[in-house]
């Protein structure tokens, strides 16, 4: 079963407006983290945020925030004043403890986002 | 030299050739791992390290070989690959500590292509 879903395959947004990008996921565990990245087509990947389950407030770094919502199991990523160097694929990845009491992240599809001018 | 480093970036390789994938993490970071990017897939986890000991193997087909000779070092070996197997490969790092985690660092990928 697929753990994180992102729904949205594309996202267009005009320059300076804010868009969020959903996602979804499913756990058992109640020690998560969730996460943010992003990938321009150079192929890095770029951390942007990070959540985790146990945190009070939403996350934000600079232009980027998190919007949990922990009874909903959703993690929409929301990013403010769009740029165009934001143009590029975003993954939603969460942070599982293993039974063997490793952490791995697992990824969902990705979203990708364009910025017009 | 700082942050995690993957080479080659580019690697062309026919299928009965054996290659090797290299990454090094400058961190002090004590987990790193191996993943498969492939077109319109997402990110196949590979192979965990976690204290140089391999702690997941996601049912990865033999070809590719894993070797963590220490925390700072990882490479994937390659043999006898499939055209499927063409992808970006990506290196990742982190710290794990008890109560806290501070995000994954990616190296830039290697393309490889297998002809």
């Known amino acids: 079963a697929q753990k994180i879903t992102q729904t949205q395959p594309g996202m267009f947004v005009q320059e300076k407006e804010a868009v969020t990008l959903d996602c979804t996921y499913d756990t058992s565990d109640p020690s998560y983290g969730l996460f943010w990245y992003k990938q321009p087509s150079s192929g890095e990947m770029i951390f942007l945020i990070y959540q985790g389950s146990y945190d009070q407030q939403n996350a934000t770094e600079g232009r980027y925030s998190l919007n949990f919502q922990k009874a909903r199991k959703s993690a929409n990523l929301v990013i403010s004043a769009s740029q165009l160097g934001d143009s590029a694929m975003y993954f939603c990845?969460?942070?599982?403890?293993?039974?063997?009491?490793?952490?791995?992240?697992?990824f969902g599809r990705g979203t990708s986002l364009i910025v017009h001018p | 030299e700082t942050g995690v480093t993957q080479t080659p970036r580019h690697l062309v390789m026919g299928m009965t050739n054996k290659k090797s994938l290299k990454c090094e993490q400058h961190l002090g970071h004590n987990a790193m791992y191996w993943y498969k990017q492939s077109a319109k897939k997402p990110l196949e986890l590979m192979f965990v390290y976690s204290l140089e000991e391999r702690v997941e193997n996601n049912s990865v087909p033999s070809r590719f070989s894993p070797e963590c000779p220490n925390s700072s070092h990882l490479f994937l070996h390659l043999h006898t690959l499939q055209p499927e197997d063409s992808a970006l490969y990506l290196c990742?790092?982190?710290?794990?500590?008890?109560?806290?985690?501070?995000?994954?660092?990616f190296g830039s990928g290697t393309r490889l292509t297998v002809v």
């Open positions: 990742a790092s982190s710290q794990e500590v008890a109560g806290g985690h501070y995000g994954y660092t």
């Open positions: 990845a969460m942070r599982e403890l293993l039974s063997g009491g490793s952490y791995i992240p697992t």
